[in-house]
């Protein structure tokens, strides 16, 4: 068996039932793949759907379950028992083309020929908003400048940065990313996780690799309202990351807080609300503040981190054995 598809999932039952209908319609034979659904403490009717999909599934469907501990800690019990060579991390909303999984084996492959040590490369595929979904400026703006995904922003496919490690949508050998620790376990909020993972990757050697053709669609409902809050915790998370990390304190922002007055607060809340009134619109469209607006919400969370001293603990050992 050459991949493990491993997906940690936390009720969505009917997206992740999409995402594996479309796992189930893979052009890669169904002998040379299995699938991993771990769930982080669900209580919709999760395992009830995964159980009446394994009846029929065409390649090994698994179901797995952990009281609630966030996906980092799902991604690694996923890995911990898998069989493939390859472990292919994808989201429980990502919804591949049929033609993902070949890819991103013919993309690991390629690397084989290519690179003096393949095993230690990564792939990344393209990850989009799904084709049917009306695209908004705030949409196309956070899925390619970086903010969620900033495909447009790589320059180099076969050099990729770290940061654009993005844990929906990736390959890795399965005996690296164990002999790497796997994901933090200490991360209790989302973001910065699979970044961190990335980091200590990179130390060890990593090779990532932009794989366009490995075509996976976002089915998550967005809105700035929403990944305003998102921001909020991935800025809370950052804090935690700089415990770790105290040497990313420039890369995360850390070393430059700006102190916001009640008048600068203000300010950004009238723009929250113009935004969010005119999200919509292309013909009138307040797009050239977004940056600023993302920053701030980002910047909420660190402060909200500092000042409530979060640090989260020490690193845990988070891989508990290398499956046979």
């Known amino acids: 068996m050459q991949l493990s598809v491993i997906i940690p999932t936390f009720n969505r039952a009917e997206r992740l039932n999409q995402t594996l209908s479309a796992l189930k319609n893979q052009t890669l034979g169904a002998g040379a793949y299995e699938?991993?659904?771990?769930?982080?403490?669900?209580?919709?009717d999760?395992?009830?759907?995964?159980?009446r999909v394994q009846q029929d599934y065409p390649t090994p469907l698994f179901y797995f379950y952990q009281q609630?501990?966030?996906?980092?800690v799902a991604r690694n019990l996923g890995a911990s028992n898998a069989r493939g060579d390859i472990l292919v991390f994808l989201g429980d909303d990502i919804v591949p083309t049929p033609s993902f999984l070949t890819e991103h084996l013919l993309a690991q492959q390629r690397c084989e020929r290519s690179v003096?040590?393949?095993?230690?490369?990564?792939?990344?595929?393209?990850?989009g908003w799904p084709p049917e979904l009306e695209r908004t400026p705030f949409l196309e703006y956070i899925g390619e400048q970086g903010w969620q995904f900033g495909f447009s922003l790589i320059e180099d496919s076969d050099n990729v940065d770290f940061n654009y490690f993005y844990s929906s949508n990736i390959s890795i050998k399965r005996r690296f990313f164990l002999e790497s620790g796997g994901f933090d376990e200490?991360?209790?909020?989302?973001?910065?996780?699979?970044?961190?993972?990335?980091?200590?990757?990179?130390k060890r050697g990593m090779e990532l690799v932009y794989c366009p053709d490995a075509v996976a669609y976002h089915y998550h409902e967005t809105c700035i309202a929403s990944f305003s809050e998102r921001q909020r915790k991935v800025g809370r998370s950052a804090w935690s990351f700089y415990h770790q990390h105290p040497d990313m304190a420039e890369f995360l922002g850390i070393d430059r807080i700006p102190s916001y007055s009640w008048s600068d607060r203000f300010k950004f809340w009238i723009l929250a609300w113009l935004c969010r009134r005119l999200e919509r619109s292309r013909h009138f469209t307040l797009s050239r503040y977004y940056p600023d607006l993302m920053t701030y919400y980002y910047v909420?969370?660190?402060?909200?981190?500092?000042?409530?001293?979060c640090d989260q603990g020490k690193p845990q050992s988070v891989v508990p054995r290398m499956a046979e």
């Open 35 to 44: 699938v991993l659904v771990v769930d982080d403490g669900s209580d919709d």
């Open 300 to 309: 909420k969370g660190l402060i909200e981190a500092r000042e409530a001293g």
């Open 186 to 202: 200490h991360f209790k909020e989302y973001g910065w996780e699979d970044i961190e993972l990335s980091l200590r990757l990179k």
């Open 116 to 127: 003096e040590d393949a095993s230690r490369v990564v792939v990344i595929g393209y990850t």
């Open 46 to 51: 999760t395992a009830d759907r995964v159980r």
């Open 68 to 72: 609630n501990r966030k996906q980092g």
